[in-house]
């Protein structure tokens, strides 16, 4: 058989992380967490992490593996992941990989792009900036140099702003057009899988989450680590609005309000992205697993036919 990755994607709180396991209960499997704030150990409420019966429930890889004070990104991930999946299939051809962070699973399925170095102190002098002036600004920037960058990434994410920036600067050439070149070949197929729902239906839960995590201890988590809050792994919906709420800028009741909304508008910029790629078979969240198996394991066959 050849190996075959099924990736699930999906806006957050959608339930991905439930019909993961039963996939992988299925497929007798592994699952590759792709969530690039569940990597951190210290994070766990906010990050929505599997809780101790579904982590029993299935093998998982790369949830809580790092903390945040490493320094850990995209490229590294990709070369973990690859290496991880290089030793499951040797037991298995079917693995499974899920999660929300889109820039991560493309790097897992397609490979990175490349891109030039540039002086270390273009980056330092926009994190100055930041520091200084706020996000704001950066993001203008960005907006006049490559507009096509500005439109398609997490644009409140300060991280992903700056590389972007840093590139446009140092090479005096958009960031954009560093992209989509012709990638290394995977030893693996793939089958993604999306799942989604109406609007409402996927804000409405997302709202219960978010109630759900400040009933159990969210507000205490984000107390421990506030002090650290300049960190980029804390630069993350839930983390940042709870800490201008520790500093007195907002009322609890308005950071609560503002979580839900950025966390909304993280999931509207997650079905975009995953929408792009037209060979994702989408299903409802009710769909009955039974029908997804069928449809995963009609693909299966044809890959092996």
Request: proline share 2%; with cysteine.
């Amino acid at each position: 058989m050849n190996n075959i990755l099924i990736t699930i994607v999906g806006p957050t709180a959608i339930g991905k992380t439930a019909l993961s396991i039963q996939l992988a209960n299925h497929f007798k499997c592994d699952i590759i967490s792709c969530d690039s704030r569940q990597f951190y150990k210290e994070m766990t409420i906010g990050t929505a992490v599997p809780d101790a019966k579904e982590l029993a429930a299935a093998k998982h890889h790369f949830i809580q593996n790092r903390s945040v004070f490493d320094d850990y990104n995209v490229g590294q991930f990709e070369k973990d992941a690859l290496s991880k999946l290089e030793k499951l299939f040797l037991t298995n051809p079917v693995q499974i990989m899920v999660g929300g962070s889109g820039l991560y699973i493309d790097a897992v399925l397609n490979g990175l792009d490349y891109f030039p170095k540039v002086d270390t102190r273009i980056r330092e002098k926009l994190n100055q900036q930041l520091k200084e002036k706020g996000l704001k600004i950066l993001q203008q920037q960005l907006k006049e140099l490559d507009f096509e960058t500005y439109n398609s990434i997490t644009i409140d994410n300060p991280q992903r702003v700056i590389r972007a920036l840093e590139i446009c600067i140092g090479t005096k050439t958009p960031y954009s057009t560093f992209k989509n070149k012709v990638k290394t070949p995977r030893n693996f197929y793939s089958i993604k899988i999306g799942v989604t729902a109406d609007r409402e239906i996927i804000y409405n839960r997302i709202n219960d989450r978010v109630d759900f995590m400040i009933t159990n201890g969210l507000i205490e988590e984000a107390k421990k680590l506030h002090q650290y809050k300049n960190l980029n792994a804390l630069q993350t919906v839930g983390y940042r609005e709870l800490f201008s709420f520790f500093e007195g800028d907002i009322t609890k009741d308005f950071a609560i309000s503002e979580i839900k909304k950025n966390t909304r508008r993280f999931a509207k910029r997650q079905i975009t992205w995953f929408k792009k790629d037209q060979k994702t078979l989408w299903f409802n969240y009710k769909t009955d697993t039974n029908s997804i198996i069928t449809k995963i394991s009609d693909k299966i066959n044809l890959i092996n036919s």
